[in-house]
């Protein structure tokens, strides 16, 4: 069982501020917590029911494991609802990233909502994207929803938080920006297919789009048409989806 004092020392890392001092991160659910035993990761302190544990015999050997109930659980939970297991982390215990299997790298400007982050990471592990590069003003990949809503895609992604202008311009590579006003990625055949050195594909931020000094590195200004014509924008997660998609599918025509 988990004494009171270690109960009180795991519960700060509720706060976010508390992760990011000590450089570690929390994974909760059977989900996540399953991808993490899968990449044989190092886990600092597992704490977790008995019928969880009960069928999961084989944990690593160097974790402090503590078999709790589900109100010591709710302390320590961020969920509404907790689930069964809890982990805490080393930021550093992540797996390289796999093999790229389109070259397409997803560049992320004040992207500030945690499911939205989380829903594009996944989106990427998805298409075989394995590298991100956010600006620093982006939400945290190792927020707890981020890290919940990506579904086990941080484990095989490449996340790196940059001077976002500055990478743009000394990349190398065609920078394609999610844009109001860009061509319409139905009418131009060629405007979203993948050159050989790759390409990069810039999301902003929810309500304001991309940044005034990110959009001067945009070197295709690229839109998803309005059919509909009522609403205003889309969420920035679909519209990543939308158009990595587009990317992916015209990358792989060419190639046939």
């Not at 399953?34 to 969880?52: D, Q």
């Not at 990069?200 to 014509?229: D, F, M, Y």
């Amino acid at each position: 069982m988990i004494s009171k004092n270690k109960l009180k020392e795991l519960a700060v890392y509720k706060q976010q501020k508390h992760c990011e001092e000590d450089s570690v991160f929390v994974v909760e659910g059977v989900k996540m917590c399953g991808e993490i035993l899968a990449a044989n990761m190092r886990v600092n302190v597992l704490c977790a029911t008995n019928s969880w544990l009960s069928v999961h015999p084989d944990l690593p050997g160097d974790a402090q494991v503590f078999e709790v109930d589900a109100a010591t659980l709710e302390r320590l939970s961020g969920l509404r609802t907790p689930n069964e297991v809890w982990m805490l982390l080393d930021r550093q215990a992540l797996p390289a990233p796999q093999q790229d299997s389109v070259p397409l790298i997803l560049a992320l400007d004040h992207v500030q909502d945690p499911g939205n982050l989380g829903t594009m990471i996944r989106t990427a592990d998805w298409f075989g994207i394995r590298h991100i590069v956010c600006s620093e003003g982006t939400v945290s990949c190792f927020n707890p929803k981020v890290v919940q809503s990506t579904m086990g895609g941080l484990l095989r992604t490449d996340i790196t938080y940059v001077d976002l202008p500055d990478y743009l311009a000394y990349c190398g590579k065609p920078v394609y920006g999610a844009l109001l006003d860009g061509d319409n990625i139905w009418e131009e055949e060629r405007t979203l297919q993948l050159p050989k050195q790759g390409a990069v594909l810039v999301i902003g931020n929810e309500s304001r789009g991309i940044t005034q000094e990110v959009e001067q590195k945009v070197t295709h200004r690229v839109a998803i048409p309005n059919l509909g014509g009522t609403a205003e924008s889309l969420n920035a997660s679909v519209a990543c989806a939308i158009l990595v998609a587009e990317m992916v599918k015209k990358s792989i025509k060419k190639s046939e």
